[in-house]
T-cell receptor
Framework: GAVVSQHPSWVICKSGTSVKIECRSL??????MFWYRQFPKQSLMLMAT?????????EQGVEKDKFLINHASLTLSTLTVTSAHPEDSSFYIC????????????????FGPGTRLTVL | GQQLNQSPQSMFIQEGEDVSMNCTSS?????WLWYKQDPGEGPVLLIA?????ELTSNGRLTAQFGITRKDSFLNISASIPSDVGIYFC??????????????FGKGTLLTV
């Protein structure tokens, strides 16, 4: 099956530093990747949609200068949290779409295991 | 924006019991999906529903897509301890251009 990995699985950083999270599709090429944020005991909230070779599309209320997304290849997307602060502490989850049907279908989107970010 | 109302928020049941949870929305979705998330993990797809009125099973799981495309339920029969986790419904819509995006419900915490 389609496997998506994230690295690191958890990270602790000091306030003001930047943190990069990688999302990789291991056995398929993903033209589209998605980044979600999940607070404890809450739902997943879509942050941005990342298409390979183009700028990411951010959801309303998500600061594009704070959450930098790069999708440089068909198997890798990165999310960089710049100048992190304690309120950025959260569980960040990516997903990758196989796109085999030529259009988005829910069953073609596979989720990574998530990255726990704690900002001190 | 589109919101999914999922209920119940949590359930405590005995092993062997059947479980039912549902989602409603004021908006129409093209596709409804049900996911399970274990602690510290990403969600895993359980069932995807594409047609209004569609009833689909996956082992002990059964889900139906409402005829109005605004609601769905998930049933788990004969629950076992490994069913513990958070179950999310999600709706898939066209988000602009050729992109689709998922909107998630708030989840149902199941404890067996």
């Amino acid at each position: 099956g389609a496997v998506v990995s994230q690295h690191p699985s958890w990270v602790i950083c000091k306030s003001g530093t930047s943190v990069k999270i990688e999302c990789r599709s291991l056995d398929f090429q993903a033209t589209t990747m998605f980044w979600y944020r999940q607070f404890p005991k809450q739902s997943l909230m879509l942050m941005a949609t990342s298409n390979e070779g183009s700028k990411a599309t951010y959801e309303q209320g998500v600061e594009k200068d704070k959450f930098l997304i790069n999708h440089a290849s068909l198997t890798l997307s990165t999310l960089t949290v710049t100048s992190a602060h304690p309120e950025d502490s959260s569980f960040y989850i990516c997903s990758a779409e196989t796109g085999t049907s030529g259009r988005g279908r829910g069953d073609e989107q596979f989720f990574g295991p998530g990255t726990r970010l704690t900002v001190l | 924006g589109q919101q999914l109302n999922q209920s119940p928020q949590s359930m405590f049941i005995q092993e062997g019991e059947d479980v039912s949870m549902n989602c409603t929305s004021s908006s129409i979705f093209n596709t409804w999906l049900w996911y399970k998330q274990d602690p510290g993990e990403g969600p895993v797809l359980l069932i995807a529903l594409y047609k209004a009125g569609e009833l689909t099973s996956n082992g002990r799981l059964t889900a139906q897509f409402g005829i109005t495309r605004k609601d769905s339920f998930l049933n788990i029969s004969a629950s076992i301890p490994s069913d513990v986790g958070i179950y999310f419904c999600a709706g898939l819509v066209l988000s602009g251009g050729s992109n689709y995006k998922l909107t998630f419900g708030k989840g149902t915490l199941l404890t067996v």
